[in-house]
């Protein structure tokens, strides 16, 4: 089987979302009947299947992505023994792979080359700048099941019992008694409306008065106070990439579009366009405002 075929049946898989792996160089890595397997063939097999994988080791992916050319190959083969290659199903199937692997390719190299790591850092600086300042506070709780219980622990802490040691042993929040109950930062939002009707309003250090809510009784502790932050850069830099590229390559394909002759033959398919798009149309339009019967005209 031709290595070009190959090639283009292996690139032509690639999903539009994982970006291609740079080739590497031509290192052979096996051979099946003389014919050559390259550390290239691996890193066009990785960004097909390599997110499949998971979390597998290095080297027992590189096994795996091996083996997986392996098989592509001899099923090519035989496939060729079969006659397979020949006739016009075949064509059609290659015609529409060769199509796919040029369309990943020209996203990868033209596309995605056209969205950097400052461009990000730009909308990222953007959209900063609109945030408006959000406060949190960091807080510990002890969760009982009687105001009776939590009264008593209120007691013992006015009297200088140490909180975080009391939720260890009194709390019956399992996700936070532990930790003596911390229950880190949190906005608005974040808790019961009892809850954080309290918490709020408490001075940095203060514990409350017993607090009632569908769980059971609390006492809170405030811990700390400050300014909300948002996302450091590098936790949302891919999230932002991947958000740039999706726009970018639908303003391409609208520019394509409209520099191509596009008539769709088929009738059914034509008219689920022409209703889709009419629709869309639609939509966009202003949506006219009713005048008063005795309004002045304008």
Do not use: C
């Amino acid at each position: 089987m031709k290595r070009i075929a190959l090639t283009i049946l292996i690139l032509a898989l690639t999903s539009a979302a994982a970006p291609l792996t740079a080739i590497a160089e031509n290192k052979v890595v096996a051979t099946i009947d003389g014919k050559p397997i390259t550390e290239g063939d691996l890193a066009v097999a990785e960004s097909e299947i390599g997110s499949d994988m998971g979390t597998m080791p290095a080297e027992q992916k590189r096994t795996s992505l091996l083996e997986f050319l392996i098989d592509n190959q001899l099923f090519a083969e035989a496939a060729e023994t079969e006659k397979l290659n020949e006739g016009p199903d075949f064509q059609t199937r290659l015609n529409y792979l060769k199509r796919r692997a040029l369309r990943e390719l020209y996203f990868d190299k033209v596309i995605k080359a056209s969205v950097s790591d400052a461009d990000a850092r730009k909308v990222y600086d953007e959209q900063v700048k609109l945030l408006k300042p959000e406060e949190e506070v960091s807080a510990r709780h002890i969760l009982v099941d009687t105001e009776a219980e939590a009264k008593t622990l209120k007691e013992k802490i006015d009297k200088g019992a140490d909180f975080a040691q009391l939720a260890k042993e009194n709390s019956k929040d399992p996700g936070s008694k532990d930790d003596g109950g911390n229950l880190g930062y949190f906005g608005h939002g974040q808790m019961v409306p009892q809850f954080e009707e309290v918490v709020f309003k408490l001075k940095k250090g203060e514990v409350s008065d017993p607090v009632k809510t569908q769980f059971g009784w609390h006492l809170v502790k405030l811990e700390d106070r400050r300014v909300k932050q948002p996302p450091a850069f590098e936790i949302v830099k891919d999230r932002i990439i991947q958000s740039m590229l999706l726009k970018k390559a639908q303003q391409t394909a609208v520019a394509l579009r409209s520099k191509a002759k596009i008539e769709i033959v088929d009738p059914q398919i034509k008219k689920a366009v022409d209703d889709r798009n009419a629709m869309i149309q639609q939509q966009s339009q202003p949506k006219a405002v009713d005048t008063p019967k005795d309004a002045p005209a304008p």
